[in-house]
């Protein structure tokens, strides 16, 4: 599963864990964002990351919170996305957040980040994901929908809540792969 390029439309990519190495490349990849991006990622706008709060987003325990990183091949690997999950405490679900660099959006990114995270969740016995989205965050509302989450208000706030059930996103992940062409590059 990781390690190997990954061919999209746009080019090929690398999947893998996202490293403590990697604090460096995540920095970089936060900088990259506008401020549009920070707040439908985030919730709400920060104008920076700091170098202790980027190694908490790298050295998650990835046999729990998984985060997966598709990084430029080449010398200097750049993140292009990031999708994660943090597994919630009854141990059936986690809370699923995605992140794809501006210039490379359209491509199919989250969609393969989201049917990566659901192989992994099913494997390790979980049911669902689920993801908070801002009211006007339609893209990944659509992302969704489309991959057949069901759609919630918050009680609290305006948040649209998504749960996903894992076995229709698994059928779903075969589905967009094959439309958006995406597979594997035999090295
Ligand atoms: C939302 C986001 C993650 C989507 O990433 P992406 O890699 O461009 O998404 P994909 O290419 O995998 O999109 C797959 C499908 O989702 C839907 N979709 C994605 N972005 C969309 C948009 N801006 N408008 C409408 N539909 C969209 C479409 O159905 C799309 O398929 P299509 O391109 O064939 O129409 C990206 O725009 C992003 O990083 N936004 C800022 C951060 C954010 O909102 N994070 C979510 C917090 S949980």
Known sequence: MFNTPIQFLS???ILRPLT????????AFFDSHDEETIRMRYGHYRNEMTVDAAKRLTSVDQSRDPALALFTTGRHPEIRAIGRYYLDDAGTSGEAAFVVHEKARRNGLAGFLLGELAVLASERGLKELW???LPDNHGMAALFLAAGGTETTSPIDEE????LPLDRLVRWRKRFLTAKKIHSVSP
């Open 160 to 163: 649209k809540i998504f749960h």
């Open 131 to 133: 993801g908070t989205v």
């Open 11 to 13: 080019g090929p990519l």
């Open 20 to 27: 403590p190495e990697d604090t460096p490349a995540l920095l």
